[in-house]
């Protein structure tokens, strides 16, 4: 909860800050991207990484649509059994997708203010195997709705950063869940930029990501 309030407290700093020109600050909407994901959680071990594609596509001015694939995997973890040197492994999948829209309104000429709402479909699986026994796989699905809300602005001519603060939650299964979002955008010219972020949520998981976008 520490983490969720440093997030809303930078939100809430940031907001003045950025809001002190006006109009027309160069901020691109139109982009795809591919990112290498790390998902862990505080105080725990590893969870899973992957690759995430994503992209955005503005229209009428003020508004974007937007969509994920993502494919992440944990490690395979063995563990022994107690007799005749059987052991078990287990190793899970996740291949979530996720479609949105969203709102963007200049906040300054280096600043927006945006509002995004997406539904996200996650898929997960996990696989169990026995020594001389074969495989099973458990499958489970979830449907989820999020919102966030912040701003994105430039720090620099060309560094881009950005501040959200979100909640999700879903049907059975889901539970309701606080976040903040934090990223850095740097450009080496109007196509190509390399940037990275990170993913605060209220149960303790953190998601760091790296990656390239072109923007069109």
């Known amino acids: 909860m520490k983490k969720i309030l440093l997030a809303l407290a930078f939100a809430a700093v940031s907001i003045p800050v950025a809001s002190q020109a006006s109009q027309s600050n160069g901020i691109s909407y139109n982009y795809v991207q591919l990112d290498y994901a790390n998902i862990s959680q505080s105080g725990h071990d590893f969870v899973a990484d992957g690759g995430i594609l994503s992209g955005s596509y503005s229209f009428a001015d003020h508004y974007q649509v937007f969509g994920s694939y993502s494919d992440l995997r944990s490690d395979t973890d063995r563990y022994p059994l ?8 287990t190793k899970s999948t996740d ?6 829209v969203g709102y963007f309104t200049a906040l300054s000429d280096r600043a927006d203010w945006v509002t995004q709402l997406s539904y996200t479909r996650d898929r997960y699986t996990h696989r169990v195997c026995l020594d001389d026994y074969g495989c099973d ?6 449907n989820m709705w999020s919102v ?17 603060i979100g909640y999700s939650n879903g049907g059975k299964g889901v539970m309701g869940n606080v976040f903040g979002d934090f990223g850095l955008m740097y450009a080496f010219n109007t196509t190509w930029a390399v940037e990275g972020g990170v993913r605060l949520d209220n149960n303790s998981a953190e998601t760091f990501t790296l990656g390239v976008r072109a923007s069109f």
């Open 148 to 164: 966030n809300t912040g701003v994105m602005g430039h720090i620099t001519d060309k560094l881009i950063g950005n501040a959200y």
């Open 82 to 89: 107690g007799f005749d040197n059987y052991t078990y492994t």
């Open 95 to 100: 291949k979530p997708w996720t479609l949105g």
């Open 137 to 142: 796989r458990f499958h489970n699905r979830f």
